[in-house]
């Protein structure tokens, strides 16, 4: 992240500044933004942390273009992914950004360790505004893209207690301080 030099790649490769750009900033800012923030040296991260919320730390989606093109070899995504366990670990998880981090993370440990899209979609946005959404859902259970049955889950995955042990592994050695 140090040797960023400004050149815009990762911003002309973005798909989500190309679908939308109103309300996501380019990703060298949430780079630039991870360093301030995460600085020994940065009296409140949090300066540098509530704007990269305000701009749209929680819009990416994931298609890390900006890490393939970078020709520094930094990380914007991971950066981005930095800032947000920073700002959960803040308590600064209102919204549906992290809304839809934990209903992830509650299906793979405790639903079956598939993505339930369907309660996927009632945890990070809610029931009232997911009824605006019913023909869509019609139309994709006319499809068979979408099961309505899928709510109640299904089979477990093979290796599910594998993951949840690797899961709590992980959350102990985060309470402990031995994983920052």
């Known amino acids: 992240q140090w040797d960023c030099i ?9 798909n989500k500044l190309e679908a939308d750009a109103s ?16 600085d020994s040296r940065s009296k409140d991260p949090m300066i540098h942390l509530k704007p990269a ?14 890490v393939d093109r970078c020709p520094k070899g ?6 981005i992914e930095s800032l947000r366990v920073m700002a959960m670990k803040k308590g600064l998880n209102e919204g549906m950004g992290p809304a839809h981090a934990e209903a992830f993370l509650l299906d793979m440990v405790e639903g079956d360790g598939r993505l ?9 946005e809610g029931v009232l505004a997911n009824t605006t959404k019913l023909d869509i859902a019609y ?3 006319k499809a068979g893209k ?27 050695a985060e309470k402990e301080g031995t994983i920052k």
């Not at 400004?6 to 973005?14: F, M, T, V, Y």
């Open 23 to 38: 309300d996501y900033m380019q990703p060298f800012v949430f780079t630039h933004a991870y360093r301030a923030a995460d």
């Open 53 to 66: 919320i305000a701009n749209g730390l929680w819009n990416c989606v994931h298609c890390q273009e900006c």
């Open 6 to 14: 400004l050149c815009g790649c990762c911003a002309s490769e973005c």
């Open 146 to 172: 979408m099961n309505p049955l899928h709510i109640f889950g299904g089979e477990k995955i093979e290796g599910h207690a594998q993951l949840v042990k690797m899961v709590e592994a992980a959350r102990k």
């Open 139 to 141: 139309n994709l259970m």
């Open 74 to 79: 930094i990380s914007s995504f991971g950066d």
């Open 116 to 124: 339930n899209e369907i309660k996927l979609a009632l945890r990070s």
